[in-house]
Structures are given as structure tokens and as C-alpha cells.
């Protein structure tokens, strides 16, 4: 009875040693699933999140794999002790082979928990990470003058917001064309004219487009000067599509 009680709290010990390995890797594996799949973390960080998980998932695969390759009986990493009686290497190549089960199993886990984590970073560059957008050369315009300008947005489907910073430059030398000067931007989405969005110089601008919209045109009207010889350069600089 004493020899089976020993059996018993060494295979208890070896399993709570395993978990102690495991469980912190599935819950931290869990907790960046559930980020990935809400999107609460943003495209600048995915290459960070990605070496955190084979930083936390490589070492314990290397643990528990390799005592699966040419472990015997006696050797550290699994709840053996020096048999002294036929009886004692039965019960003892019992207890290696529920390790091996143990380890095996934990292994398989982890693998496919890695495969799931990796899906899901896929998942979510693809349908919540935030995208890159060009806005083409600058473009000129005299006080009440007009451009439509169709952002070249870097993948899809196209939802969220669309962010970008004007930046005016004055061509004239008639005065202060910058500081005055105001920005009416009419965001047209799938043909349909949104509402009007004022801006500035260096002012920070976001719009929203709405879900799995098909295309996203700007109207930009150049307000807030008299002096019809202020002619400027509109650049839309750090463009996003935020989703």
C-alpha cells in the first residue's frame, strides 16, 4: 500500500510540475486569441506579439519534447526511482509510460494551440489590422478651388475610419496663405456624400467610412482666405485606414 501511495504522489508531483509549464502558456495563449480576434491590438504590434509567443512557446516545446526521444527508465523527467524487485520495474515502467502519455499530451496541446494562435494572428491581419494608405502627389488649389482626391488603400475589406494629416504649403508669396486657410472635406463612400469634416494645417482628421464599403472618394474645397492669390499645396500625409 505504502509503495502504490508513493507511486501516487510521485505522479502527482510529476503532473503538477507539467502544468506549472502549461497552463501559463494556454492562458497567455487564450487572453492573445481573444485580442486578436476583437482587435484591440494594432498592426504596429504584431510582429511584437508574434516573437512573445514563440518566445513563450518554443522552450516549452523543446521540454517536453525532447524527453519523447530516447528517454529511459531512471533518467529526469519522469517519476522513476531505482527498482529493486520485479515488481518494482513493472510498477515503475508503468509510471514512465503514463509520463510519456502526460508529456505527449501537453505537447500535442501546445502544438495545436500554437496552430490556433498563429490562425488567429493571420485572421487578424487580415480582417482587423489597420491598413496603409496613399493619397498621391500633393495637390494644388487656389482659394474656393475644389479636388477629389480617391485614397489607394493597401488591402481590404474596407471598413473603419480613415485618418490623415493635412499638411498646406503656400506656392504664393501673397501674404499668410497657411494659417487661414480651412479644408471642407466631403468624404464620398460608395457614391453616397458623407458629412463635412473642416480642417487645418497639421490637424489630425479622421473620418469614418463605415463596414465593407466598396470605394472611398475625398472632396476637398480650400476655404477661409480672401486674397485669390493664395495658391497652396495640400498634401494628406500618415494616411490609415483604421478598422
Not at 93 to 104: C, K, Q
Not at 154 to 163: A, K, M, N, V
Request: with cysteine; charged share 20%.
Amino acid at each position: 500500500m505504502s509503495s502504490a501511495t508513493d507511486r501516487s504522489g510521485r505522479l502527482r508531483t510529476f503532473v503538477v510540475r507539467e502544468l506549472k509549464w502549461f497552463l501559463p502558456t494556454l492562458l497567455i495563449g487564450l487572453i492573445a486569441a481573444v485580442l486578436y480576434t476583437l482587435g484591440e491590438e494594432r498592426a504596429g504590434w504584431l510582429i511584437e506579439i508574434l516573437a512573445l509567443i514563440a518566445a513563450i512557446v518554443t522552450p516549452f516545446l523543446v521540454e517536453h519534447l525532447r524527453p519523447l526521444i530516447g528517454s529511459r527508465t531512471g533518467r529526469r523527467g519522469g517519476p522513476s526511482d531505482e527498482a529493486t524487485t520485479p515488481q518494482d520495474q513493472v510498477h515503475q515502467a508503468g509510471d514512465l509510460g503514463r509520463a510519456r502519455w502526460i508529456r505527449g499530451t501537453l505537447a500535442l496541446a501546445s502544438l495545436l494551440l500554437l496552430v490556433v494562435l498563429l490562425n488567429a494572428v493571420q485572421w487578424w491581419h487580415d480582417n482587423r489590422s489597420d491598413l496603409h494608405v496613399e493619397f498621391g502627389t500633393p495637390t494644388r488649389l487656389s482659394p474656393e478651388g475644389s479636388a477629389a482626391l480617391v485614397p489607394v488603400i493597401d488591402g481590404e475589406p474596407l471598413r473603419g475610419s480613415l485618418t490623415f494629416t493635412p499638411e498646406i504649403r503656400a506656392l504664393s508669396t501673397a501674404g499668410n496663405c497657411v494659417v487661414p486657410a480651412v479644408l471642407d472635406i466631403r468624404p464620398v463612400v460608395d457614391g453616397r456624400p458623407g458629412g463635412l469634416v473642416r480642417a487645418r494645417h497639421d490637424q489630425f482628421v479622421e473620418i469614418p467610412v463605415g463596414s465593407d464599403v466598396r470605394s472611398v472618394e475625398l472632396e476637398i474645397t480650400y476655404r477661409g482666405v480672401v486674397d485669390p492669390s493664395c495658391l497652396i499645396e495640400v498634401t494628406l500625409a500618415d494616411g490609415h485606414l483604421d478598422r
